[in-house]
């Protein structure tokens, strides 16, 4: 339950009554001794809650009068209170004790101490607010506020326990914010939702020793205590600063007047561009929001510009030059003065000079710019040519160059130092120009140009034609001396391969020119001439004859006094030369062809030893050499004699042809014989030796009809025996192979001795 200590409170603050502040004082010292004073001072207390309960502010109640505690000093009751009957049973709580009307500054200050009742069971809020409408009162009801919008702070701002003080504690507010000096009040206001005897917040609250501090300006400065001077036409600033004001200060000009063209910003700049020349006096001035001022008085001055005019250098002229119109100035609508300067004119005749030049600025100021004009001599230009005597041949360079300047212009479209071809005899003139004064000059050379001679080119061939490889000789003509290229020299032969112009250098001996001829020295081919001959790969056996032919040409003379066309017999190798004319132009050529002659073969035929019985077995031929050869001759058949022909001697024909088609033969002869008696009583028939000749090994072959003695032997032309065989009683076909291969190569004998019979053979090895 709520404890109620009004009663007691309101019989405790008559008490006190008489004890006002006076209030015709800018600051207020309230120790609420006795409220009953409080409205004589200018305080107003106003209930504005919802609803009106049966307390408002009243003198607070002691603990030694059943109060809830005591003052914070003074008397035990000192303090003013408020509770939760501002209300009825339950409401909001709006209760206003409104200082007295006071001007209002930043800088002000408020204290107070407050506190409430011990035990916090139920919370309480107290705001402190200010109202910036002079007198006004009005607070509205509930929780309007009227004209006190400005929150200046607000003890247990969300109303929740264990916040406000349960003990006497000071606060602290420092008014800001106003933008001046300015007629209000500042508010105590006991503000409780929910409050009342039976509500769920609101019990006892106590302010006391109130102590409002109005700001008391300091001392102003504005500082620097002086500016600095400035320049018509340039732009300019200057800060000013200040010490003693509180919060923004605003600055401005409160006496006199600054120059054209400069403004000072509520920030303390002066800036701008002045327009005009002076000394300037003003006073600046600094107030801040709490309405404090102070100022100090200044002197400006504005100078002319800084000399703006300007004379740039004139170019280089020459003491040969027209007279110059001077331009350098600047800006644009000065004069120029000095020696030899008329009318904006400078005569270079005099040389180099001081001139002046002058001018009225916008702000009547005068600015002058000095400066020389720098006059050169001109240079002493010289021409010259790289050509002897200043004489050249027609169609030869000559290159002209200047001396005595920097750089050269010729007439003519000549480059100084770059070789050019002259036509004819010319006057050229250079202008030489020295780089550093740009002063010019000219100078004049005649180059001479001599004629050159007429030359002729001739030979010695009818209209310079030739067979090629032929020799020309070559001649000129209408000149002193020639020279040939090609390694031609002048009248002296030389052979010509192709058709070819030839260039002739004559030169004339006086004057040292030359000219060209030019002559072609024609060539007719030479005919493709070939050697030919009417044996096969050219190629023929000795002693066989050949006709040669030469092609290609018109007619032929062939060398080792071959006619062409004509067979002739050829015994050995050799070459042929044929050289073919053509009749249309005469040239010849040669051509070689070798005939290739092979020799006969060596073929050799030996002699038939001993007889052949004409009444013997045909007889196979052999023995000639090399083998392969052919046999021919009287009773000769594929290569075997018939001895039947009859006695006699007959001659026999070996023949041989070699690889290369070339043949060769040799002769024997063969003696057949009667033998009449022998054949008669002769039991030994058809006696054979082959082959025979042979590589050692033979077959001997022959008939005995009556058994007999028969003896086969086989000796050298020495008689020596080498093989021999005894039958003693033999009939019949004898047959034996015999090897000799072992013996030397030659003829060997053999001789088979029967019953009356008696048979000799040669046998060949080979």
């Known amino acids: 339950m709520k404890t109620n200590y009004t009663l007691k409170s309101l019989v405790v603050a008559t008490f006190f009554a008489g004890l006002a502040l006076n209030v015709n004082a800018q600051a207020v010292s309230e120790s609420f001794n006795d409220i009953t004073t409080l409205a004589g001072s200018g305080w107003v207390m106003t209930n504005a809650s919802v609803a009106v309960g049966t307390t408002n502010?009243?003198?607070?109640?002691?603990?030694a009068g059943g109060g809830p505690f005591d003052s914070y000093n003074g008397a035990a009751n000192a303090y003013i209170g408020a509770n939760y009957n501002n209300t009825g049973n339950t409401g909001t709580i709006s209760n206003w004790l409104m200082m007295p009307n006071r001007t209002l500054r930043n800088g002000d200050v408020i204290t107070?101490?407050?506190?409430?009742?011990?035990?916090d069971n139920y919370a309480d809020r107290l705001e402190v607010r200010m109202s910036t409408n002079g007198a006004s009162t009005s607070?509205?009801?509930?929780?309007?506020?009227?004209?006190?919008?400005?929150?200046?702070?607000?003890?247990?701002?969300t109303l929740v326990l264990g916040v406000y003080p349960v003990n006497w504690t000071l606060y602290t507010i420092t008014i800001s914010g106003l933008p001046a000096p300015t007629s209000g009040r500042v508010a105590f206001r006991y503000f409780v939702t929910g409050g009342g005897y039976?509500?769920?917040?609101?019990?006892?609250?106590?302010?006391?020793?109130?102590?409002?501090?109005?700001?008391?300006?300091?001392?102003?400065?504005?500082?620097?205590?002086s500016v600095t001077g400035g320049t018509a036409g340039t732009a300019y600033s200057s800060t000013l600063s200040q010490t003693g004001a509180l919060g923004a200060p605003s600055f401005a000009v409160t006496a006199g007047a600054l120059p054209p063209g400069l403004t000072l910003s509520a920030s303390g700049t002066i800036s701008g561009t002045p327009t005009a020349t002076g000394t300037f006096n003003f006073t600046a001035s600094v107030s801040d929001a709490s309405g404090c001022v102070g100022s100090t008085a200044y002197s400006l001055t504005i100078v002319c510009p800084i000399n703006g005019a300007a004379l740039t250098t004139p170019p280089a002229l020459c003491t040969n030059g027209t007279p110059y119109t001077l331009v350098e100035g600047s800006p644009a609508g000065g004069t120029y003065s000095g020696t030899n300067v008329s009318g904006g004119m400078f005569d270079p005749s005099s040389g180099s000079q001081s001139i002046t030049y002058t001018l009225i600025d916008p702000y009547g100021c005068t600015q002058t710019a000095n400066g020389i004009v720098t006059v050169n001599i001109p240079p002493a230009v010289g021409a010259s040519s790289d050509a002897a005597a200043n004489t050249i041949c027609n169609g030869a360079s000559v290159t002209l160059t200047g001396s005595g300047a920097d750089t050269y212009v010729w007439d003519n479209s000549v480059t100084d130092g770059v070789a050019f071809m002259p036509t004819d005899t010319t006057v050229y003139t250079v202008t030489g120009t020295a780089t550093s004064t740009g002063c010019s000059s000219t100078e004049t050379i005649t180059v001479n140009v001599n004629g050159l001679p007429t030359v002729t080119a001739s030979s010695n061939a009818p209209a310079n034609t030739v067979c090629e490889g032929s020799l020309v000789t070559l001649t000129g003509g209408g000149a002193d001396t020639y020279t040939w290229d090609n390694s031609v020299m002048d009248g002296v032969a030389f052979s010509v391969a192709d058709t070819t112009m030839y260039m002739v250098m004559g030169t004339t001996t006086a004057t040292g020119c030359s000219n060209m001829a030019m002559i072609t020295v024609y060539t007719n081919p030479l005919p493709a001439v070939t050697a030919t001959s009417d044996a096969p790969l050219n190629t023929v056996c000795a002693g066989s004859s050949v006709t040669l032919n030469g092609v290609g040409a018109d007619n032929y003379a062939w060398d080792n006094s071959v006619v062409d066309g004509v067979a002739f017999t050829v015994s050995a190798t050799a070459d042929y030369i044929v050289t073919g004319t053509s009749i249309a132009t005469g040239c010849s050529a040669n051509d070689t062809i070798t005939i290739t002659v092979n020799p006969l073969p060596a073929v050799d035929f030996p002699a038939f030893a001993g007889l052949v019985c004409d009444y013997s077995p045909v007889l196979t031929l052999?023995?000639?050499?090399?083998?392969?050869?052919?046999?021919?001759?009287?009773?000769?058949?594929?290569?075997?004699?018939?001895?039947?022909?009859g006695a006699g001697m007959y001659l026999i024909t070996y023949s041989y042809t070699d690889a290369n088609g070339c043949a060769n033969s040799d002769t024997s002869s063969i003696t057949v014989d009667v033998c009449t008696g022998i054949a008669a009583n002769s039991n030994v028939e058809n006696v054979m030796v082959y082959p025979n000749p042979s590589n050692g090994a033979f077959t001997v072959e022959f008939n005995q009809a009556v058994a007999g003695k028969v003896s086969v032997k086989i000796t050298d032309l020495q008689g020596k025996l080498i093989a021999d065989e005894e039958l003693s009683n033999f009939a019949g076909n004898y047959k034996n192979n015999f090897d000799l291969s072992s013996f030397n190569k030659g003829m060997y004998l053999l001789e088979v001795t029967g019953n009356n019979t008696h048979f000799v053979s040669k046998v060949i090895l080979k």
């Open 198 to 225: 039976l509500g769920t917040a609101s019990d006892y609250i106590g302010i006391d020793q109130v102590d409002y501090t109005p700001y008391v300006c300091p001392t102003v400065n504005v500082t620097p205590s």
């Open 112 to 119: 107070f101490y407050t506190r409430k009742v011990s035990p």
């Open 139 to 157: 607070v509205g009801t509930g929780t309007a506020v009227g004209d006190y919008t400005t929150l200046l702070l607000s003890v247990n701002p």
């Open 57 to 63: 502010w009243f003198q607070g109640t002691s603990v």
């Open 622 to 645: 052999s023995g000639g050499s090399p083998a392969g050869g052919t046999f021919s001759g009287t009773s000769v058949t594929a290569g075997s004699f018939d001895p039947t022909i």
